[in-house]
C-alpha cells in the first residue's frame, strides 16, 4: 500500500532557476558554437525572469506567447531557446513527460539572401582589383577563378596542392590550364579546375604560405574606397561568380557541380535568385 501511494504522489516540480539554466547550458556547449551559448544563455536568463520559478511542466503556451516581444527575430531565437531546454529535460534529463509548448512553433524568418543582392557587379571587381597590390589580387584571382569559400581559400594558402591539368582535363574543361586542391571544413578535398591565369596566382600564393582573411577583408575595402565604389567583403565572390556563370548561359547542373553541391536544388535557391531565368517565346 505505501508503493502505491508513493506512485500516487505528485512528482516535484521542475522549477525554472539560476542552477537550472546553468546546467543545460554546460550540456550545451558540447553541441553549439560559443557565440550561441553565450547567446543562449542571455536568452534563457531572460525567460527566468519574464516566468519566475514556474513549473517547467505546467508551462502554459497562451502566457509564454504573451512575454514574446514583437519581431520574428526576436521570437524565433527566445522560443528555439526555451524549447531547447524543454527537449532537454524530457529527452536527456527524463524530467518531462511531454513538450508544454508542442504546439508553439518557432517562426521562420526569411533568408537574409532573398532580401539582399549579395553579388558584387562585376565592374566594381575589377575596378578594386587594380588598386590591389600583388599579394591580394593573387588571392582575389583565386577566388574569381574558383569561387571557393573564403576559408577554403585560407587552407589552400595553408598547405593546398596544385598540379598541371592531364590532357584528358584540359579537354573536358575547356581552357583549364592546372588543378587546385584545397579542403572543405569537413575535411573532403576540393579538386578545382583553372585557368592559366589563375593556376599561376595560386602559386604565388601557396608560395607565401598563410592568409589573413581579416587582413585580405581589409584591403579589400581599402582598394575599393580607392576605386570609388562600394566597399565588398570577399565572401560576396562566391555568389558573385555563381551568378555571373549561370547568367552567361552555364546550365545549373555544371555551376553545382563547380560549386560542389549535392543537390543542383541548392543551386537554384540561393545562386539563381538574382538572375533571370532564360528567355522563351511569350505571346508579346
Do not use: C
Not at 39 to 64: I, T
Not at 95 to 122: F, G, M, N, T
Not at 152 to 171: I, K, M, N, S
Not at 268 to 273: D, N, P, Q
Amino acid at each position: 500500500m505505501a508503493v502505491l501511494d508513493a506512485a500516487l504522489e505528485p512528482a516535484e516540480p521542475v522549477r525554472f532557476t539560476r542552477a537550472l539554466v546553468e546546467r543545460y547550458i554546460a550540456h550545451s556547449r558540447a553541441k553549439n558554437t560559443s557565440k550561441w551559448t553565450r547567446r543562449l544563455l542571455v536568452l534563457l536568463s531572460w525567460w527566468r525572469d519574464e516566468l519566475g520559478a514556474v513549473d517547467l511542466r505546467e508551462l502554459d503556451v497562451r502566457e509564454v506567447v504573451r512575454h514574446i516581444p514583437e519581431g520574428i527575430g526576436a521570437r524565433a531565437h527566445r522560443i528555439a531557446a526555451l524549447k531547447g531546454l524543454l527537449t532537454w529535460l524530457r529527452v536527456d534529463q527524463h524530467l518531462l513527460d511531454a513538450d508544454p509548448l508542442d504546439a508553439l512553433h518557432v517562426p521562420q524568418s526569411e533568408p537574409a539572401q532573398w532580401r539582399r543582392v549579395k553579388e558584387v557587379p562585376i565592374a566594381d571587381v575589377f575596378a578594386t582589383r587594380a588598386e590591389l597590390d600583388g599579394r591580394w589580387r593573387d588571392a582575389l584571382d583565386v577566388l574569381l577563378g574558383t569561387a571557393w569559400h573564403t576559408t577554403e581559400l585560407e587552407r589552400f594558402a595553408r598547405g593546398g596542392e596544385l598540379r598541371r591539368a592531364h590532357p584528358t582535363e584540359r579537354r573536358a574543361g575547356a581552357g583549364s590550364w592546372g588543378v587546385l586542391e584545397t579542403r572543405h571544413k569537413r575535411r573532403m578535398p576540393i579538386l578545382t579546375a583553372v585557368s592559366r591565369r589563375v593556376y599561376l596566382a595560386a602559386l604565388r600564393v601557396r608560395k607565401r604560405g598563410g592568409l589573413s582573411l581579416k587582413w585580405f577583408s581589409l584591403r579589400l575595402r581599402e582598394a575599393a574606397e580607392r576605386a570609388g565604389v562600394e566597399p565588398w567583403t570577399p565572401g560576396r565572390l562566391r555568389t558573385t561568380v555563381s551568378s555571373h556563370a549561370l547568367a552567361s548561359g552555364s546550365e545549373p547542373g555544371a555551376v553545382s557541380g563547380f560549386l560542389l553541391h549535392a543537390d543542383q536544388r541548392t543551386t537554384r535557391r540561393w545562386y539563381t535568385l538574382h538572375v533571370a531565368s532564360a528567355r522563351v517565346e511569350t505571346l508579346r
